[in-house]
């Protein structure tokens, strides 16, 4: 069965710190990998996705970056986060090709910057 | 760009009752879906209505769709109290088609 790792699951940060969070997805190849964030009270927002290796497209310029450095891994970067990137990030998989694009999510990581 | 947007925004019942959420959005759809977000945790898909379909049935939800209204209901028949979440509806959008979510409806289901 697949399953969908995501941490650090908390994460407390000064404004200028780095970040790096982790998604890692088992038991299926070559998934389509996304990253979504969901700020208090609103909807998820959808930053990045991939369809494989290297290949990343950005939905909202901001200032985050993603990389895919392996088929099964996605990682979310910043070099200097801002007070407004706070909120919660959630990875996402899905079946590549599979027209109904049904996602199942990683459980979260909560990152708080002061 | 939003495309599905959820009312009302929270719901609160009591156990037994049944919970109605609705779902509008803006362009044409291929199929909807929804999901359910327990607080502080991912989302978990709950069903996908496609747009030839009228109406669906999981269980206790029963998800209904009105291309011509361009709106869909999600129903949970005799709520329990750990139907307690945010239920989320989603369509493709975007400038590639991916997933667009809507902002949620908040449900409280008191025992």
């Known amino acids: 069965s697949q399953t969908i790792h995501q941490w650090p699951a908390t994460l407390v940060q000064p404004v200028g710190s780095p970040l790096s969070l982790e998604c890692t997805v088992e038991?299926?190849?070559?998934?389509?990998l996304y990253w979504y964030r969901q700020a208090a009270g609103r909807g998820l927002q959808l930053l990045f996705y991939?369809?494989?290796?290297?290949?990343i497209s950005s939905e909202v310029p901001q200032n985050l970056s993603a990389s895919r450095p392996q088929d099964r891994q996605f990682i979310l970067s910043s070099k200097k986060l801002l007070l407004s990137d706070s909120g919660f990030y959630l990875c996402?998989?899905?079946?590549?090709?599979?027209?109904?694009?049904?996602?199942?999510f990683g459980a979260g990581s909560r990152l708080t910057v002061l | 760009s939003q495309q599905g947007e959820e009312d009302p925004q929270a719901l609160s019942i009591q156990e037994g009752e049944n919970a109605t959420m609705n779902c509008s959005y803006k362009?044409?759809?291929?199929?909807l879906q929804w999901y359910r977000q327990n607080s502080g945790r991912g989302l978990v898909h709950l069903i996908l209505?496609?747009?030839?379909?009228r109406e669906k049935h999981s269980g206790r939800l029963r998800v209904t769709l009105d291309t011509s209204k361009k709106s869909s209901s999600l129903l949970i028949t005799a709520s329990r109290a750990a139907d307690t979440a945010s239920y989320f509806c989603?369509?493709?959008?975007?400038?590639?088609?991916?997933?667009?979510f809507g902002k949620g409806t908040k449900l409280s289901v008191k025992p």
């Open positions: 996402a998989w899905s079946v590549q090709g599979a027209g109904a694009n049904v996602l199942t």
């Open positions: 038991g299926t190849s070559n998934p389509n």
């Open positions: 991939s369809v494989g290796i290297g290949q």
């Open positions: 362009t044409s759809i291929n199929n």
């Open positions: 209505i496609r747009s030839n379909e």
């Open positions: 989603a369509t493709k959008g975007g400038s590639q088609g991916n997933l667009i």
